[in-house]
């Protein structure tokens, strides 16, 4: 069975860069074909993708978060990971981490999600 687990970042500073890891189980991240993505919903707000890393190790960003966005991976431990600098109030949401393995925005595993909340 897939599993996908967020890590818990607690409380994030404005400027700070706010790193968050994601843990698979029950397939490899280097399966073919699979996307890893990371998308969020800010409060009040609708789900809003952040972007992927392939089973190949390419990544794709929207265009609003790409400055500030970089999706890693390591296979060893399969996970896959987001940074995002320079957060802001704005980023205040909840994360999810997902699989899409069409690359058309399919989700079909989802971790349960992490609160990430940036203040001061």
């Known amino acids: 069975q897939v599993q996908l687990q967020e890590s818990v970042p607690g409380l994030v500073e404005p400027s700070q860069t706010l790193s968050l890891t994601c843990t698979v189980s029950?397939?490899?991240?280097?399966?073919?074909?699979?996307?890893w993505n990371w998308i969020r919903q800010p409060p009040g707000k609708e789900l809003e993708f952040i972007g992927f890393?392939?089973?190949?190790?390419?990544?794709y960003y929207a265009s609003s978060l790409k400055n500030r966005s970089s999706i890693s991976r390591d296979t060893s431990k399969n996970q896959f990971i987001l940074q995002l600098s320079s957060v802001t109030p704005e980023d205040t949401a909840l994360y999810y981490c997902?699989?899409?393995?069409?690359?058309?925005?399919?989700?079909?595993?989802w971790g349960q999600g992490t609160q990430v909340t940036v203040s001061s």
């Open positions: 890393i392939s089973f190949s190790g390419n990544t």
């Open positions: 997902a699989r899409d393995w069409t690359g058309n925005y399919n989700y079909d595993y």
């Open positions: 029950g397939v490899s991240i280097t399966t073919k074909p699979s996307f």
